[in-house]
């Protein structure tokens, strides 16, 4: 009986290695999955992590394109306030563009330590020859 | 908040008013951001046979076209998003034209790319600034392990 019960278990062993084997390989490809997931995330992560060093050009983009005083000195400000931020926090960077955008009209301006300086006219994006 | 930090309010209403200039646009563009003509004209070629200028209309393709209320400057919810896609498509096609064949911008500062940025921030403490689209320098952008040391500077 004893031998019999040794061979039972063993018998037993075996069929928990063969049951074994294929769950160690699902598993694998499990992780091996979710590392993959895992590293595609962090790449994206990290393609959305923008250094101030990077930044050449900021754009404020308003649809409106309302020509209003007002509203053209809010869309300016906004815009300065993101020059300034890029210089405030690059101190080795001595200047940036930044452009103003609505659905026709553009200006270019130019912030460095000494201050702002832009177009005095907007430009016609849609003009060719502009 | 979309917009500068608190502390930097005053400073940036200063740059508004008092360090704030303007200057002929000819003479701002054609020193500060030079471009040959001959390049110009291949970069609007190159547009039209791509179908992103509409030569008809004379309007970059997929661009928003302004409504009535817009056109009236009447006060409306906008939604500035939908000129992002567009921009950033035709501002790319552009920077790929200009860096592959024109081959003259690429020399001094690396490749570059425009992204759209309104709903993010530039990497920092504690700014949450949100431009609608950033011009930035493309080797950091898709290669963050890079040596800041090898990405040189032109500014």
């Known amino acids: 009986m004893r031998r019999g019960g040794q061979e039972e278990a063993g018998e037993e062993d075996e069929d928990e290695e063969q049951v074994e084997g294929p769950m160690d390989e699902k598993d694998t490809l499990v992780h091996t999955f979710a590392f993959i997931l895992l590293n595609q995330l962090i790449s994206l992560l990290q393609l959305q992590r923008i250094w101030w060093l990077q930044v050449v050009a900021a754009v404020e983009m308003n649809r409106t394109g309302s020509q209003d005083r007002l509203d053209v000195v809010k869309q300016l400000k906004q815009l300065f306030g993101y020059l300034r931020q890029i210089l405030h926090r690059q101190l080795d960077r001595r200047f940036i563009f930044g452009l ?27 003009k060719v020859g502009e | 908040m979309n ?27 054609d020193r500060l951001l030079p471009a040959d003509i001959r390049i110009v004209t291949a970069i609007l070629q190159f547009m039209k046979d791509e179908n992103l200028y509409d030569s008809q209309t004379q309007r970059w393709s997929g661009f928003p ?72 320098l493309q080797a950091i952008a898709e290669h963050m392990g890079l040596n800041v040391s090898q990405v040189r500077k032109w500014f």
């Open chain 2, 65 to 136: 076209v302004p409504t009535h209320q817009e056109n009236g400057f009447e006060k409306m919810k906008s939604n500035d998003s939908s000129l992002y896609g567009p921009f950033c498509a035709i501002a790319e096609a552009i920077r790929g034209f200009a860096e592959t064949r024109a081959r003259l911008s690429i020399s001094e500062m690396g490749t570059t790319k425009w992204i759209k940025y309104h709903s993010k921030s530039p990497r920092s403490t504690n700014s949450q600034l949100r431009p609608g689209a950033l011009f930035t």
């Open chain 2, 3 to 29: 917009g500068p930090m608190e502390g930097d309010l005053d400073s940036v209403e200063q740059d508004s008013t008092l360090h704030y200039r303007v200057t002929e646009t000819k003479q701002f563009l």
């Open chain 1, 100 to 126: 103003t955008l609505g659905l026709d009209m553009m200006t270019v301006w130019l912030h460095d330590r000494s201050g702002v300086i832009g177009t005095k006219t907007a430009i016609d994006i849609h």
